[in-house]
């Protein structure tokens, strides 16, 4: 792994908290559709917290940005990550109350996800300011590999707790681990908008879209990620499938297998920032990751299903990186926190409304057709979109 990024102490700062912060993110991430799934016996359930998730990430992500992109990066993010915060401490007082009630738990995931959608695009508009522009291939990777670090860790952990314990110690561990970020968020230098008015209108907003619609890379990068993640993404499905297929104790496994193939793809990456055709490489890692997932559908073994998802894992790490260096590098920095608004709503919404669709198809056809036809679907979309819009195939970066 290339780790020059790490010699820029502000950049340091901010991956330790970033790092820190998603382990125990991911003890919610998990806690709350078991809880959900606990409460109601319905995957639909389940897929309806990415509702609740998806609406302020639509409003809140593209607006955040065009926020980041007037006012102080850093004070942006500090007031995001309180809000999340506090979200967190409500989950954990439901908890502590053993309330169940299912609309608390959407609630609150709406409130988390406000948070999430502004501070997201803030922290990823701050990197271009932190580290060099050939630096932020490998800067991207170090990030992304270690969210999935956390999410191997994070659900293995949750899962162990869980049963042993509780959701309340999970979420008193996210709740915890969140101040780390707080902290490495006060220890930022200020970040002033470069050449920015101060405000954050529709007018601004405007033209961070109009700057997407004409750039074809930049929306063909958005569709085919959309395409993925709505139509291959089954976590929704793991409870259930935990529950009826693999049994007791599989359910942190599930939730961790692609973050362990994207930390093995992560520790390998040194080739990354040498691919010159990272529109290719972008295809092709989603037509990768749509096939992994497919066939994990089919497997009856939690050993193979695991192994199958950490290949898609691997794939969507890949596409990862080069989806945020292409947005990164084409966008100028008055540009990149609308840009990353856009992005964030895309990538976090994406898997949302897949939650929801996962769900949906899950109770109408029962899982195997869900998770697996979905994987088709979405390799199948990736191919015929690159297919028919070819400048996504033609991007290459210059050396």
Do not use: K
Not at 200 to 217: H, K, N
């Amino acid at each position: 792994m290339d780790t020059r990024p790490l010699r820029h102490v502000a950049y340091r700062r901010l991956f330790v908290g970033n790092a820190v912060a998603n382990f125990g993110y991911q003890f919610t991430a998990i806690a709350v559709p078991v809880q959900m799934y606990a409460m109601t016996r319905s995957s639909l359930w389940v897929g309806l917290l990415g509702v609740a998730a998806l609406v302020p990430l639509l409003v809140f992500g593209v607006w955040g940005g065009a926020v980041a992109d007037a006012v102080d990066r850093r004070r942006l993010l500090l007031a995001s990550s309180l809000l999340m915060w506090c979200a967190t401490l409500g989950l954990l007082a439901q908890a502590v109350l053993d309330l169940r009630r299912p609309e608390v738990l959407l609630v609150l995931t709406a409130v988390q996800s406000v948070g999430f959608a502004v501070s997201s695009p803030t922290r990823q508009a701050i990197i271009p300011r932190l580290v060099p522009v050939a630096e932020l291939p490998a800067a991207n990777t170090m990030n992304t590999t270690f969210f999935n670090v956390a999410m191997v860790a994070g659900p293995l952990t949750a899962g162990l707790l869980l049963t042993q314990v509780g959701a309340a110690a999970v979420y008193a561990v996210d709740a915890l681990a969140f101040t780390v970020m707080l902290w490495a968020t006060l220890r930022l230098p200020a970040l002033p908008p470069i050449g920015g008015s101060g405000r954050a209108g529709w007018r601004d907003i405007r033209e961070g879209l109009a700057y997407i619609a004409t750039s074809p890379v930049l929306l063909l990068s958005f569709a085919i990620d959309i395409a993925a993640m709505v139509f291959a993404m089954p976590r929704a499905m793991f409870p259930q499938v935990a529950d009826q297929r693999f049994g007791a104790g599989s359910v942190g496994w599930l939730y961790a297998a692609i973050a362990i193939g994207s930390v093995i793809a992560g520790l390998t990456s040194g080739w990354i920032g040498r691919v010159r055709r990272q529109g290719v490489a972008l295809v092709v890692a989603v037509v990768g990751w749509g096939l992994a997932v497919a066939a994990s559908g089919l497997a009856h073994r939690l050993w193979l299903a695991v192994t199958l998802l950490a290949i898609g894992g691997a794939a969507d790490l890949v596409s990862a990186v080069y989806r945020q260096t292409i947005l990164q590098t084409y966008a100028p920095d008055g540009l990149q926190g609308r840009m990353q608004g856009v992005f964030i709503s895309v990538v976090a919404g994406g898997p949302r409304l897949g939650d929801l669709r996962a769900g949906a198809t899950a109770a109408a056809f029962g899982t195997t057709v869900a998770w697996t036809g979905g994987g088709l679907v979405a390799a199948v979309i990736a191919v015929a979109l690159a297919v028919a819009f070819p400048a996504l195939l033609r991007y290459t970066v210059a050396r």
